[in-house]
């Protein structure tokens, strides 16, 4: 009798699972997850060092220390493709902003302080493809996307006399990988490589005149994707 009544649970408990395997709030791989969604991303900022230029000549280059960029997106995921439009702040810290003197800057060659920094306020439109693995809740996806941003740049304390920002056209590209925890979130690890055409800024100290710069980032992202 105890060695059917043991059957009798086990077949119970193979039964209840099979069942459970079934119903259309189980399980689903990434695959099939489709519907509005919505994602926020965090991560570090790394801003490549860039030429100062002055009416088309170089005068100077900046280097960087590692910032951060922060964002959020609303897209629909059509099962294998996703868009997207998308909204991120990224920033950097100026380690060494160094022009040599010029006469529109006659006090310099300037060094950066630690409070000059620049920083990019994109909105871009997105397209991903993701690939899963079989039978697996593992994932990756290629995405790119084009857009603009507001790039603002802050070194007047250095004594370079820029606090000024300028709206350029902005593109990207973006790889990495995503774990399904739920039916309906994704968490995501990845890469994004963003840059800009380059922005100019006003000279304080000399009224018309400008300079250009470089915007081109690399940036090491964590987040999460939630069908709704």
Known sequence: ?????????????FSANFAQADEPDGPRLPCCIKGTYIAGNVGVTLLSDSDVRFFGVEVGQGSNDPGFNIGGALGYDFGLVRAEIEITHHRAQWDEFAIGATPALPACPCVGSDDDHISATSFMVNGFYDYVFDESLFSAFLG????????SLDSNDSG?????????????FMAGFGYQITNSTTLTLGYRYFTTTNPEFAILTTPGAVIK????TNEFLVGARMVF
């Open 1 to 13: 009798m105890k060695k059917l009544t043991n059957l009798i649970i086990l077949a119970l408990i």
């Open 144 to 151: 790119a996307g084009i857009g603009g941003a507001r790039v």
């Open 160 to 172: 370079a006399g820029i606090v000024d920002s300028d709206v350029v056209f902005a593109y990207q």
């Open 213 to 216: 710069t470089e915007v081109e």
